[in-house]
């Protein structure tokens, strides 16, 4: 599949107020209006190009808003101060009381506690699935169920949803599919393949210099206007805005991304093809021996690459600890959760960004204890990386241990 996002993210164009070739950043938190009738109607929602107060829109936050929907070829986007504000927006402007969610199983450790720990205080309960079965999720889902989510590419398991296949089940049941696209983006265009709404932390790959938290929702007019509601939209009212200086930035560093998720694919791919020829454990999407590679084969934008995520289990906690402080020692990556840098970043997420997921369900969802996510970097030469990389798995015999396994 070839998609159009990425070009049309190329296409846009805006100039700055003095004929800057970057649009000018909105510098206010609120607007004059030279009549009192102007603003009024712009309270009601009913102006165009009126501006209000910045927690509601400003004009740094509209261009990134339509970057970020021409990214996912959505008809508009909101911009959030970060992901989990994207996310937790999303789930509150579609679920009442008394409602519940069918989630993938396997889902970034923050949104897994959101629904796990927080919702159930709201009387909005969740029921967390294997969302590579369409029979169980379709089995889940009950009267009351508001919306299907699941990430596009897992945190930090790396499955591969079928959006295609989820998407249908969706509209059967006359429901949302919600779709976080952090792992992916231009890799894997959700809404080209069925998705209602795709969100992003655009923390990771988007914003790609590791400096800030934001995050996005891409999705139809109507929806992204219902967030900004003055009278009840979730994202107005519960007020994760982001600034417009961050906005700005951002929309700076997504002009590259393109370029960045082909090399970071580019590098992930030799890493995971060679690590795997030499016995370790290695989950890639891009190799034939991930379980969701077909699927991902035939939803995925080939020109960027099956994505910069790999992960390797090595035995235990306290190999992975050894490697990941020795990698960091010989300078090849950061011993850092959070990914899409233009270093390699390295945690172990049973004991990081998944710790939020209690031990027994780490363990079925087959979270071990030995598992290390890579975000892989922008290494000119992957090569010598890989050498490097291997040179610290040898002298911790990882190498050595992972034959005798297999
Ligand atoms: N979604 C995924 C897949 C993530 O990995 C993360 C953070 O790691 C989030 C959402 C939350 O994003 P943020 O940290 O920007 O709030």
């Known amino acids: 599949m070839k998609s159009k996002a990425a070009q049309s993210v190329q296409d846009l164009h805006y100039f700055g107020e003095f004929g ?56 508009s986007a909101n911009v959030y101060a970060s992901g989990m504000g994207a996310i937790s927006a999303v789930v509150m402007q579609l679920c009442n009381a008394n409602e519940h969610i069918v989630s993938s199983r396997t889902i970034y450790g923050g949104t897994y506690a959101l629904f796990k720990n927080f919702l159930p ?83 990771k790959f988007i914003n790609g210099t590791s400096d800030c938290v934001a995050g996005a929702v891409c999705a139809s007019t109507d929806f992204c206007l219902s967030l900004k509601d003055v009278n009840d939209g979730a994202g107005m009212l519960f007020g994760s805005t982001l600034d417009s200086l961050r906005a ?27 690590f795997e020829k030499d016995g370790l454990k290695v989950v890639y999407p891009g190799l034939p021996s991930h379980p969701g590679h077909e699927t991902l084969k035939k939803q995925m934008n080939e020109e960027f690459g099956f994505g910069g995520l790999l992960t390797i289990d090595v035995g235990s906690l306290e190999k992975a600890n050894s490697l990941m402080e020795l990698l960091q020692k010989e300078n090849l990556g950061y011993l850092a959760v959070s990914l899409g840098f233009y270093k390699t970043l390295f945690s172990a997420p049973g004991t990081s960004t998944s710790s939020e997921i209690p031990l027994e369900e780490q363990e079925t969802m087959g979270l071990s204890t030995g598992l290390i996510r890579f975000s892989i970097g922008l290494d000119h030469d992957i090569t010598d990386t890989y050498k490097r990389m291997k040179s610290c798995m040898q002298k911790l015999n990882i190498l050595d241990k992972q034959k005798e396994l297999a």
Not at 40 to 66: A, I, K, M, V
Not at 153 to 166: G, Q
Not at 259 to 274: E, F, G, P, V
């Open 248 to 274: 700005a930035s951002i929309l700076k560093n997504m002009r590259t991304l393109h370029i960045r998720m082909k090399k970071h694919s580019d590098n992930a791919y030799y890493l995971a093809q060679h």
């Open 20 to 75: 800057g070739v970057n649009p000018s950043i909105s510098d206010s938190s609120t607007y004059t209006f030279l009549s009192a009738k102007t603003m009024f109607d712009t309270f009601e929602g009913n102006t165009e190009g009126c501006y209000l107060y910045s927690r509601h829109s400003s004009p740094s936050n509209l261009y990134l808003g339509e970057a970020m929907a021409a990214l996912e070829n959505t008809e």
């Open 121 to 203: 205080k709201l009387n909005i309960e969740t029921s967390f699935v294997d969302i590579t079965k369409l029979s169980v999720v379709e089995a889940a889902i009950t009267e009351n169920t508001k919306l299907i989510y699941c990430e596009a590419v897992s945190n930090p398991l790396l499955e591969v949803a079928d959006i295609e296949a989820l998407a249908i089940l969706a509209k059967k049941h006359n429901i949302p599919l919600v779709v976080d696209n952090t792992f992916s983006p231009s890799n894997i265009s959700p809404a080209e393949l069925g998705a209602d709404i795709v969100i992003h932390s655009l923390t």
